[in-house]
């Protein structure tokens, strides 16, 4: 009803030609069986002219030893099993949207769907008794990566987060990431304007500061955690980077 609703459709004229219509491909599964018979039955030859050409799998799912395990278990690990199996595309969509932004269930569905009002304190349950306060100061502008500093209070602690406005298109060359497992590689730690303090050829030492970095007026040194010589200048003298952008190498005892 939604879809056609949203297409504008006659109802006549899509139950007598149905083909001409793109419906949803849950629709087409619901009427080929996916979810069972409906009682009754759908009506013919609205039903055929539905399936007509169209592709539909129905059948057994062979279950791995671990999904059985976890189905005769009560929790989340069967409601994750259970929406992988029935659902699979939403459920993969779901996943990774949580893996990227966390458990946002917890966030109350306005403050979710039209975000947070500036000078309003948000609450967000965390757990029963124990309230998240949350609230937006301001928005800053956006930089030439599209980066802009949103300045947000945590309990009453004012705290800058760092969001990539999408509806900015950017045209900037991609930047090389530090290896975290290469101890003398140096990364930004966050997002800021970083100013070098070494040159190539420079020898430093364990915990000597390479650089400093700054964001919305607040600056802090960044330092090596080995001693060595500095083998290359991964960006130019003072330049905006991300978290994690490779700043120095140093190479040697």
């Keep these: 009803a939604l879809a056609l609703a949203a297409a504008d459709a006659d109802p006549d004229e899509f139950e007598r030609n149905p083909g001409a219509f793109d ?9 080929a069986g996916e979810l069972g018979d409906l009682p009754g039955g759908w009506p013919e030859p609205f039903r055929t002219k539905v399936l007509e050409g169209r592709t539909v799998k ?6 791995s030893d671990e999904d059985r395990t976890a189905l005769t278990i009560e929790g989340e690990a069967r409601q994750r099993v259970l929406n992988r199996l029935l659902f699979p595309a939403p459920t993969e969509a ?18 979710y769907l039209y975000g947070l009002k500036p000078g309003t304190e948000h609450a967000v349950a965390m757990a029963p008794g124990v309230d998240l306060l949350v609230g937006l100061e301001a ?34 060359a991609t930047v090389e990431k530090a290896d975290a497992g290469v101890p003398g590689q140096v990364a930004a730690p966050f997002s800021g304007a970083v100013t070098l303090q070494v040159a190539q050829g420079d020898r ?14 607040m600056e802090a040194a960044i330092t090596s955690s080995v001693a060595g010589t500095v083998s290359r200048l991964a960006i130019s003298r003072t330049q905006q980077v991300d978290a994690g952008d490779l700043l120095v190498v140093i190479e040697g005892a």
Excluded: C, Y
Excluded at 58 to 63: C, H, M, P, R, T
Excluded at 94 to 111: A, C, K, M, Q, Y
């Design 139 to 172: 928005i800053g502008a956006a930089d030439e990566k599209g980066i802009r500093t949103v300045m947000t209070t945590i309990n009453g602690q004012l705290r800058p987060v760092f969001v990539r406005d999408t509806s900015i298109a950017v045209d900037s």
């Design 204 to 217: 430093v030492s364990a915990g000597q500061a390479v650089a400093t970095i700054e964001a919305m007026k």
């Design 23 to 31: 419906i949803p491909d849950s629709v087409v599964g619901f009427m």
């Design 58 to 63: 129905i059948g057994l799912v062979d279950l």
């Design 94 to 111: 779901f996943e990774r949207h949580r893996e990227t932004f966390g458990d946002l269930s917890v966030v109350n569905t306005p403050d």
